[in-house]
């Protein structure tokens, strides 16, 4: 039994079942950001542009083989597609590209800082053998690297 709530404990306590719980968690609470703001700004622009943001009540009637007519709410259909269109627009201009946008100038400046380090030891590497050399009496000459003009 004790085995058993060890091997639970360390189920639970594991990096990626936390970064799961918390990643549920925010999830839940920017859906509520983005459907505020479908709900609140772009279906009534929706609705400014096309007259009608709600567009549930759309049905049609085809009669069938007893003469009575049988409904299909397609409006429904059409009201959840444009949410989720619209929703997942959201979420790609106000998160996406912002976030990958970051990234990439995260990116970049990382490589610019490892392409300075790779750089420097280069340059302290040829000023330490040129010190080698004096100590020793020699006179070793290196190929000097050509000058940098940004330093």
Do not use: C
Not at 88 to 93: G, N, T, V
Not at 109 to 114: A, K, P
Request: proline content about 5%; aromatic content about 8%; overall charge negative.
């Amino acid at each position: 039994m004790r085995d058993l709530l060890n091997g639970f404990k360390e189920f639970i306590t594991r990096g990626n079942v936390l970064d799961l719980a918390v990643a549920v968690v925010i999830g839940a609470a920017f859906s509520g950001v983005i459907t505020g703001l479908v709900n609140g700004f772009i279906m009534p622009l929706v609705g400014w542009l096309v007259g009608a943001p709600d567009f549930s009540g759309i049905k049609f009637s085809v009669p069938n083989w007893r003469g009575e007519s049988t409904e299909f709410p397609v409006g429904q259909f059409i009201q959840g597609l444009i949410m989720f269109l619209l929703i997942s627009a959201a979420i790609y201009f106000l998160v996406v590209v912002p976030v990958k946008k970051l990234m990439e100038l995260r990116k970049t400046t990382e490589e610019e800082i490892e392409e300075t380090l790779e750089k420097d030891v280069e340059l302290l590497t040829e000023i330490r053998d040129l010190l080698r050399a004096q100590a020793n009496g020699t006179t070793h000459t290196t190929q000097a690297a050509p000058a940098d003009p940004t330093r």
